[in-house]
């Protein structure tokens, strides 16, 4: 079974930082486009941020664009989501995900979960005021 592993969560202060880590085999990551998205206890599941296999082309959702920066290292196979000026509404269960891909892929294709093949299990980040 395909293993995706986030790391890197924890408590934190409104202002502070945090970076997340998402590992996975090279067979995996090789030929995936790689997304974040986050799920707040009562609320759905929301995108949060993606970047493609080929190009590395990056996308973030409104609410974290400026504050939050994802970038993959494909020699460690791993994929990160580096979190800036934390807020308290930033507070959620993260999750990684992983798309198979054949070429460029669509806004509308990385921003939606059905789009995704696999999954981690997430990781808590908590953002006290």
């Known amino acids: 079974q395909v293993q995706l592993v986030e790391s890197g969560g924890g408590l934190v202060q409104a202002g502070g930082s945090l970076r997340l880590s998402c590992a996975a085999s090279r067979r995996t990551f090789s030929n995936y486009d790689m997304g974040w998205f986050r799920q707040a206890p009562g609320k759905e599941r929301e995108f949060v941020s993606a970047i493609t296999w080929f190009g590395s082309m990056t996308l973030y959702a409104d609410s974290v664009k400026g504050r939050f920066t994802i970038f993959r290292d494909n020699a460690k196979n791993t994929v990160y989501l580096q979190m800036t000026s934390l807020k308290p509404e930033d507070s959620a269960v993260y999750s990684c995900?992983?798309?198979?891909?054949?070429?460029?892929?669509?806004?509308?294709?990385?921003?939606?979960?059905?789009?995704?093949?696999?999954w981690g299990q997430g990781t808590q980040v908590t953002v006290s005021s």
């Open positions: 995900a992983a798309r198979r891909t054949s070429g460029g892929s669509f806004d509308s294709e990385l921003t939606r979960r059905g789009q995704y093949d696999y």
